[in-house]
């Protein structure tokens, strides 16, 4: 017995030994930030500390794209599988805050194979700069999920409470202030962003966006689908006129260049 607790104790000794000495912060850091398999595409890491038991905390984690920030989250904290360090690869769960939401999830990060499944609820709109760089500027409140299986993923979101400013792609004005609430499914695969539903909801009117996002390029069509009332009482019905394709539908080429 005293044998067997000796080990015990010694196991447990090493356990914990090879998190403070052989881990340090810089790695953890490093494994983080060279996660990306993108060259345009980055994380960085701010003030990140180790904790017991293969925990952290960091100051904010930004996810970045030629140096513009997509994404900034704060507050992390994460609990690390111990066994993914010896494999070069950090898979952990994490929780945190950003744009005024809660993110959390999971994640297993290794350079072009990493999986993750993230959730952000309640979060600002208007603190999320990927949006503005997308061309949606306004506020609301924003609710997603992402999963991510290496070079390909899918994103569902939704969009309550919102005030968007009109927009313009390609010369052409989109009313998005018209809708109060959005939601919305893509799709990754071979770098190309495909947008599978983008349904937006305004008072009397609905209009739904399809297409595809590549190489920083729009190819969608928004088709709306306008109530009596809408059309009877808002001046927008004039402009809906120029892309009508039946009655009652309407069809707007959305094409341009992404900021992004």
Do not use: Q
């Not at 111990?82 to 929780?95: E, I, K, T, W």
């Not at 052409?172 to 599978?196: E, H």
């Not at 809408?230 to 001046?235: L, S, T, V």
């Amino acid at each position: 017995m005293k044998k067997a607790a000796i080990v015990c104790g010694a196991g447990l000794l090493l356990f914990f030994g090879i998190w403070l000495v052989v881990f340090p912060e810089t790695y953890i850091t490093s494994l983080i930030e060279n996660s990306v398999d993108d060259p345009d595409m980055r994380l960085e890491v701010s003030g990140l500390r180790k904790g017991p038991l293969y925990s952290f905390t960091a100051e904010g984690i930004a996810l970045k794209k030629a140096g513009r920030p997509l994404l900034a989250t704060e507050r992390i904290h994460g609990r690390i599988n111990p066994f993914s360090l010896l494999l070069l690869r950090l898979d952990m769960h994490v929780s945190g805050a950003a744009a005024g939401g809660i993110i959390k999830g999971r994640v297993d990060l290794i350079r072009g194979k990493s999986h993750v499944l993230l959730t952000l609820e309640k979060a600002d709109l208007a603190s999320i700069p990927l949006f503005p760089l997308a061309g949606v500027k306004g506020t609301g409140t924003f609710s997603g999920r992402m999963k991510i299986d290496g070079p390909t993923g899918d994103i569902r979101f939704e969009i309550t409470d919102a005030r968007l400013e009109s927009s313009s792609f390609g010369g052409i004005a989109l009313p998005l202030n018209i809708f109060r609430s959005a939601r919305g499914a893509l799709s990754i695969a071979n770098k190309t962003v495909t947008v599978s539903s983008f349904a937006l909801e305004g008072e009397d009117i609905y209009a739904r966006m399809k297409g595809t996002i590549a190489g920083g390029r729009l190819k969608l069509t928004m088709e709306v689908m306008p109530g009596r009332s809408f059309m009877e009482n808002n001046p927008l019905a004039l402009f809906l006129e120029a892309y009508k394709v039946s009655p009652g539908y309407y069809a707007i080429p959305v094409a341009g260049d992404l900021l992004l």
